[in-house]
């Protein structure tokens, strides 16, 4: 009987020894991988990585094999305590997936807010506008001249450039949504943004203008966007 007795004693204790070794392997591994990750990560210059998510998703992954296994066979994830039941294993496991996910819900920022801030950043980057160190200046005659003999190269001669351009005003409106613009001679139309539109009050037709714009290519007329009355010389 002692013999039993100690036998059992000695399997409990050497199962204890498993179990810690066991957990300690798995903690090990776990921060291995994560080191790792977060310095692969780094090295291809991947800054949106975030280990708090991988490290979620192993512990949810290792609590829904242990739920499953426990409710084949509650013993081999329950190493503690008299009672193994299948209840157990619910209770433990099943609040650990949801906690898991809770905290994955909590920490982990949603996809719409990291695109956010990328487009933030992209914001804060120099467009290729305001890279722009030489502003051209041309007449409207020559920039619809240059337009209708050949518009692919006239796009990539001014297409998203800063230009000035000079011209004859034709009109002074409003489009359908209330944006002020100046029509020019020969067929263009300059657009200007809301807080520019007193610049605009003392033009009339026939009046020269410089305007200074952001050519948009070319629909029906060339459009200048984003445009700052330069000089006006009334006629």
Same mark, same amino acid.
């Given at each position: 009987m002692k013999v039993r007795k100690l036998s059992k004693c000695t399997i409990k204790n050497f199962m204890h020894v498993v179990d810690k070794i066991f957990c300690a392997g798995v903690c090990v591994l776990t921060a291995l991988y994560l080191s790792i990750s977060t310095s692969l990560a780094a090295t291809n210059g991947n800054s949106d990585y975030n280990? $708090?998510?991988?490290?979620?998703?192993?512990?949810?992954?290792?609590f829904c094999v242990c739920l499953l296994i426990g409710l084949i066979k509650p013993s081999l994830v329950i190493r503690w305590g008299e009672k193994k039941?299948?209840? @157990?294993?619910?209770?433990?496991?099943?609040?650990?997936?949801?906690?898991?996910?809770v905290l994955f819900g909590i920490l982990i920022p949603p996809e719409s807010e990291t695109q956010v801030n990328v487009n933030d950043q992209a914001s804060l980057s120099p467009t290729p506008t305001e890279m722009? =160190?030489?502003?051209? #200046?041309?007449?409207?005659? @020559?920039?619809?001249?240059?337009?209708?003999?050949?518009?692919?190269?006239?796009?990539?001669? /001014?297409?998203?450039? $800063? $230009?000035?351009?000079?011209?004859?005003?034709?009109?002074?409106? @409003?489009?359908?949504?209330?944006?002020?613009?100046? #029509?020019?001679? /020969?067929? &263009?139309?300059? /657009?200007?943004?809301?807080? /520019?539109?007193?610049?605009?009050?003392?033009?009339? @037709?026939?009046?020269?203008? =410089?305007?200074? &714009?952001? &050519?948009?290519?070319?629909?029906i007329?060339?459009?200048?966007?984003? &445009?700052?009355?330069?000089?006006?010389?009334s006629t």
């Open positions: 280990p $708090i998510a991988d490290f979620l998703a192993l512990l949810f992954l290792l039941t299948r209840g @157990k294993v619910l209770l433990i496991y099943g609040s650990a997936v949801f906690l898991t996910l722009q =160190t030489h502003i051209p #200046s041309i007449t409207a005659k @020559k920039l619809i001249s240059d337009y209708s003999s050949n518009e692919i190269a006239a796009d990539k001669k /001014y297409k998203d450039k $800063i $230009i000035r351009v000079t011209g004859e005003i034709d009109h002074v409106s @409003k489009d359908i949504l209330k944006q002020p613009y100046i #029509s020019l001679s /020969y067929g &263009c139309m300059a /657009y200007f943004d809301e807080e /520019y539109e007193n610049q605009l009050i003392g033009l009339s @037709k026939g009046d020269i203008v =410089t305007v200074q &714009c952001r &050519c948009d290519g070319k629909i007329f060339v459009i200048l966007k984003d &445009c700052i009355l330069v000089s006006s010389t």
